[in-house]
């Protein structure tokens, strides 16, 4: 199934039913009077997050979202049905905005969660509601209120426990086959990675949600390479993992690249508890990674850890780290 994180819809709330405008004829009632019923409320427009879904693809072929209208009153004091609820399930993580995309209305972070967009048009009076002791016979009902119809932006964010970034060809995708049983696509050039791509990881008897995002390039919070759209799916990482290219020129400009792009970006990225690894240290003699690992450690002003993907070197010992990180997130989050 393709990865869509970003769609438009077309949303209109139901109608509300008309009122009705109804005498009592009945043999033997000699003052048979008013007895209209009211009208239907419309339905709502409702988004609904729904765990299992992982995808907006399906509001690409489908952007109409319509409810249903109310139905009219009629007489014996008959209120009309209620127009049905439009539905939309989105997956977990799922922002709502305005047309302008900027503009935040609901933000569904936990399966159930609900939010409504928009409210259904209120039912009309029935001519029932206008008798009084000095109007026996009104002659008149409410028409039913009309629904409300907007655009709005579905933008869809990666829940994940730990982000994987780095410049292109670092070898998250490499990481990421090798620790969970996702298979990105792997290859020998940068950008192979279009799309994230998320994987179990276990180690030790416990359990982590591992999300692996395209390649960043210097730009990137303004648009350049794939831009910023996928530096949203970092915001709800709780912990970043960044891989370093030990066989680069120099591991530790590209070190600096990805952490001026998380500045630039902006949303707590550069403040977010972050691993850094120095990758691919098979391709690398001994001395070679211990001096490219000190002198990345002395940018990094933090331990750096040797990995290799490809090789398993060092993989257990990185997940464990960041277990210890996630572990130590949680104490600190507030309840």
Do not use: W
């Not at 995808?55 to 319509?66: A, E, K, M």
């Not at 869809?156 to 070898?171: F, Q, R, S, T, Y």
Request: charged residues 25%.
């Amino acid at each position: 199934m393709k990865f869509l994180d970003e769609a438009k819809i077309f949303a209109r709330s139901g109608k509300g039913g008309p009122g009705s405008l109804s005498f009592r004829r009945e043999k033997f009632i000699e003052y048979g009077g008013p007895d209209g019923g009211d009208g239907g409320k419309g339905g709502d427009v409702v988004a609904v997050a729904v765990a299992g879904l992982n995808t907006l693809i399906d509001f690409r072929y489908q952007p109409h979202v319509r409810a249903g209208n109310g139905r009219g009153g009629a007489g014996r004091n008959r209120t009309g049905a209620d127009g049905a609820d439009a539905a939309i399930e989105v997956p977990v993580g799922t922002e709502i905005l305005l047309e302008d995309g900027d503009t935040p209305l609901a933000d569904l972070t936990a399966p159930g969660q609900r939010a409504t967009l928009l409210a259904g048009g209120r039912g009309g009076k029935g001519n029932l509601f206008y008798k009084s002791s000095t109007n026996r016979a009104p002659r008149q009902a409410q028409p039913g209120e009309p629904g409300q119809e907007r655009c709005f932006i579905l933008r869809l964010k990666l829940i994940a426990d730990v982000g994987l970034v780095g410049l292109p060809n670092a070898g998250k995708s490499t990481f990421l086959a090798a620790t969970s049983r996702a298979r990105p696509k792997i290859a020998d050039y940068p950008f192979t990675t279009l799309h994230p791509q998320l994987g179990v990881v276990g180690i030790d008897g416990r359990e982590f949600v591992l999300a692996d995002l395209p390649g960043l390039i210097a730009g990137a919070h303004d648009g350049a390479g794939l831009g910023d759209r996928f530096l949203q799916h970092v915001e709800r990482c709780r912990v970043l993992l960044h891989l370093v290219d030990g066989t680069a020129e120099d591991p530790v400009a590209d070190y600096r690249t990805i952490v001026a792009e998380l500045k630039a970006y902006g949303h707590g990225l550069a403040a977010r508890p972050r691993l850094v690894c120095l990758n691919k240290s098979d391709a690398l003699t001994p001395a070679e990674a211990a001096a490219r690992q000190r002198r990345l450690a002395g940018a990094a002003r933090r331990p750096v850890m040797l990995l290799s993907g490809q090789a398993g070197t060092g993989v257990g010992d990185v997940l464990r780290a960041l277990g210890r990180q996630l572990d130590a997130h949680r104490t600190e989050e507030p309840a």
